[in-house]
């Protein structure tokens, strides 16, 4: 009762949304009309229907492709990873780096390398590949022991446990793992279309329609991209329900538990060094076995000539630095402030769920249209400045924060709440002195996740809206075909975000360890 109560007080809300977005758009108050009432912008959409066929296809198709070749390929890997837990720490580089790879700065040189439809398939396939792959460890890994011993009892050996009771364990954190991977498998699919220069595709569609700057139609591209984003969302969501008689909360882990085994120092050693050189040897294999002429495709050494080597390195350094100087800050005040906004809500959402009921139809929306597709709308709303590039950076951060916030918070034990109630304490003294406090390693997990969403957020930003950073950078560098840099650009952006994901790591492990806390992986 309680779970139709609370569905239908969400619909509830999305329709006095609907509504009051109506009057508003009726009446222009937002930016003299650049948020335009849901009736104009589907008339415009009814205007335009013979245009996007062609264009959704090609964007389902693309997604839909990558979501299928990168979710075999995470779950085979968590599979690997469970069954032989020496190549999950040998492979912990490469996971780290694709999950740190900002989608933007890649799909340059994915369009660069690849034709047809590789580069927007590819791109969807990295952005299902880590979270799929970590939930499967996790599900996998988290499994009823005795169910387990009693295979073993029988005769039974791994591969059999696995069958019979880990494969089965995990398939609610699979599922879960597939909601929230197939949003980021049409943003992949979008972004690479945006960068292409192909004539289909909902990001081809986007660009030919930015330079009218017409909000109806920017609106409704807007829409329909959400739209196909939030139906892969729900297709798995109600696949979960059926499948499982019940709706789980959705769980990234954004990084995964250690193995037990025991290594010697020297193994220990060995695998660190595999983890680091491993990403770069992939990279060198990419650009050797594509084929690809050197003067396009860069490999480490390359990059390392171009930036500190080449008769313009001076240059190319001074402009890396510079639009160092413009990104990281406004990256990191965005992190902070959208994982502040998360905090925010996750402690209204124990203390008061009406609030969150009113303010999850907006988070979800949001969530769910890609931000190829927001910016533009966001830039009509708020202009080219600073303001734009906050909304998209706390707008990408806030929601998965969210999320990992409001699992740490619920999953206090009843026990140790009991006692501050037995002694009269309010309930913000006992979420400020009982629950704030245990959901301290879910906040240094949530922080790990929203690094490289801040990242992204702001270049995006820069590259289509406001002019500055490494955004506006890569971009010039595609005009100018100055294929080193763009390299340049992608590789420190992932090194950025995996040294500063580490990082967070290290400070979460020295400050638990001092509490007497357990990480959450």
Request: glycine content about 10%; aromatic content about 8%; hydrophobic content about 55%.
């Amino acid at each position: 009762m309680a779970h139709e109560a609370s569905r239908a007080g969400m619909i509830r809300n999305v329709v006095v949304i609907v509504a009051l977005w109506e009057i508003i758009g009726r009446l222009g108050l937002v930016a003299g009309g650049a948020l335009p009432a849901p009736s104009g912008i589907l008339l415009q959409l009814w205007a335009d229907r013979a245009d996007y066929p062609q264009h959704v296809l090609a964007t389902v198709s693309g997604s839909g492709l990558g979501f299928l070749i990168g979710n075999v390929v995470a779950v085979l890997a968590g599979l690997i990873f469970v069954l032989m837990p020496a190549t999950l720490r040998l492979l912990r580089g490469v996971n780290i780096a694709i999950f740190a790879l900002p989608p933007i700065a890649i799909a340059p040189i994915l369009n660069l390398t690849l034709s047809g439809m590789a580069p927007r398939v590819t791109l969807a396939a990295l952005g299902v590949y880590f979270v799929t792959m970590s939930a499967t460890v996790i599900g996998l890994s988290q499994y009823d022991t005795r169910s387990g011993d009693v295979v073993r009892a029988y005769g039974g050996g791994n591969w059999m446990v696995m069958r019979l009771v880990r494969l089965r364990g995990a398939v609610p954190d699979v599922l879960s793992g597939l909601r929230i991977a197939a949003p980021n498998a049409v943003l992949g699919a979008i972004l690479a279309e945006f960068g292409g220069g192909g004539r289909w595709g909902l990001g081809s569609y986007l660009l030919g329609s930015l330079g009218r700057g017409d909000p109806f139609r920017l609106w409704g591209i807007g829409l329909v991209a959400t739209v196909i984003a939030g139906l892969s969302y729900a297709v798995f969501a109600i696949i979960s329900e059926r499948v499982l008689g019940t709706t789980r909360s959705v769980t990234l882990n954004t990084a995964i538990p250690a193995p037990a085994s025991a290594l010697s120092p020297i193994g220990r050693l060995a695998l660190a060094c595999g983890a680091v050189l491993l990403p770069f040897v992939a990279w060198w294999a990419f650009v050797t076995f594509t084929g690809v002429p050197d003067m396009i495709a860069k490999t480490p050494l390359g990059v390392i000539d171009y930036l500190f080597v080449g008769d313009q390195s001076a240059i190319a350094r001074q402009k890396l630095i510079a639009a160092l100087a413009e990104t990281l800050p406004v990256a990191f005040v965005g992190m902070v402030c959208g994982l502040g906004f998360a905090f925010l809500l996750a402690v209204l959402a124990q203390m008061s769920p009406a609030v969150i009921r009113a303010v999850m139809p907006i988070a979800l929306f949001t969530q769910t249209m890609p931000l190829v597709a927001l910016t533009p709308l966001l830039v009509l709303l708020v202009g080219r400045g600073y303001a734009v590039t906050m909304w998209i950076t706390i707008s990408v951060t806030f929601f998965p924060a969210f999320v990992l916030l409001v699992q740490g918070i619920s999953r206090v034990p009843q026990s140790v709440l009991d006692l501050p109630r037995a002694y009269g304490a309010t309930a913000w003294t006992e979420m400020r002195k009982v629950s704030i406090p245990a959901a301290l390693p879910y906040l240094f997990a949530a922080t790990r996740l929203t690094v490289p969403r801040a990242l992204l957020g702001v270049m995006i930003a820069e590259w289509l809206a406001t002019g500055t950073g490494l955004g506006n950078l890569l971009n010039q560098s595609r005009g100018y075909l100055d294929y080193g840099m763009i390299w340049t650009v992608a590789s420190v952006s992932v090194l950025l975000s995996v040294a500063i994901y580490y990082a967070v790591l290290e400070v979460e492990r020295a400050t638990l360890k001092r509490l007497g806390m357990q990480m959450v992986e």
